[in-house]
Protein backbone atom coordinates (compact mmCIF):
# COMPACT_ATOMS: atom_id res chain seq x y z
CA UNK A 1 0.00 0.00 0.00
CA UNK A 2 1.11 3.44 -1.26
CA UNK A 3 2.19 5.79 1.85
CA UNK A 4 0.30 8.73 2.29
CA UNK A 5 2.45 12.08 1.28
CA UNK A 6 1.25 15.61 2.57
CA UNK A 7 2.49 18.92 1.67
CA UNK A 8 1.38 22.09 1.69
CA UNK A 9 2.31 25.96 1.04
CA UNK A 10 3.41 27.94 3.66
CA UNK A 11 0.98 30.74 2.34
CA UNK A 12 -2.02 28.36 2.74
CA UNK A 13 -2.01 28.62 7.21
CA UNK A 14 -4.32 31.26 7.89
CA UNK A 15 -3.98 30.31 12.22
CA UNK A 16 -1.90 29.01 14.63
CA UNK A 17 -2.51 27.94 18.09
CA UNK A 18 -0.22 25.92 21.29
CA UNK A 19 -1.11 23.30 23.24
CA UNK A 20 1.13 21.45 25.57
CA UNK A 21 0.94 17.41 25.20
CA UNK A 22 -0.57 15.99 28.30
CA UNK A 23 0.38 13.09 30.26
CA UNK A 24 -2.75 11.09 29.10
CA UNK A 25 -1.43 11.64 25.38
CA UNK A 26 1.20 9.31 25.98
CA UNK A 27 0.39 5.78 24.53
CA UNK A 28 2.17 2.44 25.15
CA UNK A 29 5.22 3.56 23.27
CA UNK A 30 5.74 6.10 25.59
CA UNK A 31 5.16 9.06 22.77
CA UNK A 32 2.19 10.92 21.55
CA UNK A 33 -0.28 8.56 20.68
CA UNK A 34 -1.99 9.11 17.83
CA UNK A 35 -5.58 8.98 18.71
CA UNK A 36 -4.42 11.97 21.28
CA UNK A 37 -2.99 13.84 18.26
CA UNK A 38 -5.90 13.20 16.08
CA UNK A 39 -7.83 14.73 19.66
CA UNK A 40 -5.78 18.05 19.32
CA UNK A 41 -6.20 18.65 15.33
CA UNK A 42 -9.93 19.00 16.63
CA UNK A 43 -9.43 21.70 18.85
CA UNK A 44 -7.46 23.13 16.80
CA UNK A 45 -9.89 23.09 14.29
CA UNK A 46 -12.19 24.44 16.63
CA UNK A 47 -10.38 27.17 17.87
CA UNK A 48 -9.61 28.36 14.21
CA UNK A 49 -13.96 28.32 14.12
CA UNK A 50 -14.23 30.01 17.26
CA UNK A 51 -11.98 32.90 16.25
CA UNK A 52 -13.32 33.42 12.70
CA UNK A 53 -16.71 33.54 14.35
CA UNK A 54 -18.22 30.35 12.96
CA UNK A 55 -20.44 28.15 14.43
CA UNK A 56 -20.30 23.88 14.44
CA UNK A 57 -23.79 23.83 13.86
CA UNK A 58 -26.42 26.73 13.06
CA UNK A 59 -29.62 27.51 14.06
CA UNK A 60 -31.20 25.68 11.07
CA UNK A 61 -29.07 22.64 11.84
CA UNK A 62 -26.26 23.04 9.01
CA UNK A 63 -22.95 22.45 10.29
CA UNK A 64 -19.36 20.90 9.36
CA UNK A 65 -19.15 17.10 8.94
CA UNK A 66 -15.33 15.72 8.70
CA UNK A 67 -15.80 13.25 5.65
CA UNK A 68 -12.04 11.77 5.89
CA UNK A 69 -8.39 12.06 7.66
CA UNK A 70 -4.81 11.74 6.24
CA UNK A 71 -1.78 11.99 8.55
CA UNK A 72 1.91 11.71 7.59
CA UNK A 73 3.62 11.27 10.93
CA UNK A 74 6.84 13.38 11.25
CA UNK A 75 8.54 12.67 14.52
CA UNK A 76 7.68 11.19 17.83
CA UNK A 77 6.42 14.48 20.59
CA UNK A 78 6.60 13.35 24.53
CA UNK A 79 5.02 15.26 27.59
CA UNK A 80 5.41 18.15 28.30
CA UNK A 81 6.68 19.16 25.13
CA UNK A 82 3.98 22.51 23.69
CA UNK A 83 2.90 21.60 20.24
CA UNK A 84 2.48 24.44 17.45
CA UNK A 85 -0.64 23.58 15.16
CA UNK A 86 -0.85 25.80 11.83
CA UNK A 87 -4.01 25.45 10.13
CA UNK A 88 -5.08 26.45 6.80
CA UNK A 89 -8.29 25.76 4.27
CA UNK A 90 -7.73 24.82 0.60
CA UNK A 91 -9.59 22.82 -2.43
CA UNK A 92 -12.52 24.49 -1.85
CA UNK A 93 -15.66 23.20 -3.93
CA UNK A 94 -19.50 24.10 -3.84
CA UNK A 95 -20.30 21.58 -0.66
CA UNK A 96 -16.93 22.06 1.58
CA UNK A 97 -13.02 21.72 1.26
CA UNK A 98 -9.86 20.68 3.28
CA UNK A 99 -8.68 21.42 6.60
CA UNK A 100 -5.01 21.38 6.74
CA UNK A 101 -2.82 21.24 9.27
CA UNK A 102 1.06 21.76 10.24
CA UNK A 103 2.07 20.55 13.62
CA UNK A 104 5.30 21.22 15.02
CA UNK A 105 7.24 21.27 18.20
CA UNK A 106 6.65 25.14 19.52
CA UNK A 107 10.41 25.22 21.05
CA UNK A 108 12.41 23.93 17.84
CA UNK A 109 10.39 24.24 15.11
CA UNK A 110 11.14 20.34 14.77
CA UNK A 111 8.57 19.00 12.52
CA UNK A 112 5.89 16.84 14.23
CA UNK A 113 3.05 15.95 11.79
CA UNK A 114 0.90 16.82 8.79
CA UNK A 115 -2.48 16.48 8.39
CA UNK A 116 -5.86 16.86 6.13
CA UNK A 117 -9.21 16.54 7.15
CA UNK A 118 -11.49 16.38 4.33
CA UNK A 119 -15.11 18.25 4.82
CA UNK A 120 -18.87 19.41 3.76
CA UNK A 121 -21.61 21.22 5.03
CA UNK A 122 -24.10 18.95 6.35
CA UNK A 123 -27.82 19.28 7.73
CA UNK A 124 -28.27 17.49 10.46
CA UNK A 125 -31.78 17.92 10.67
CA UNK A 126 -32.23 16.94 7.43
CA UNK A 127 -29.29 14.31 7.27
CA UNK A 128 -28.13 15.46 3.90
CA UNK A 129 -24.99 17.42 2.72
CA UNK A 130 -25.72 20.96 1.80
CA UNK A 131 -23.82 23.85 -0.14
CA UNK A 132 -20.86 25.67 1.51
CA UNK A 133 -22.68 28.42 3.62
CA UNK A 134 -21.17 32.29 1.69
CA UNK A 135 -20.50 33.71 4.58
CA UNK A 136 -17.91 30.75 5.93
CA UNK A 137 -16.60 31.06 2.54
CA UNK A 138 -15.84 34.79 2.70
CA UNK A 139 -14.37 34.23 5.62
CA UNK A 140 -11.67 32.31 4.06
CA UNK A 141 -10.31 33.76 0.89
Known amino acids: MARVKLSFPDDVFVFSTEMPVRITDINGANHLGNDALISMLSEARAQ????YGVQEVDRDGAGIIVTDLATM?????FFPEVLRFEIGLTDFNRYGGDFVFR???A????PVALAKYGFVFFNYREKKVVPMPEAFRAKFP
Open 103 to 105: VTK
Open 107 to 110: ESGQ
Open 73 to 77: YQSES
Open 48 to 51: LLVT
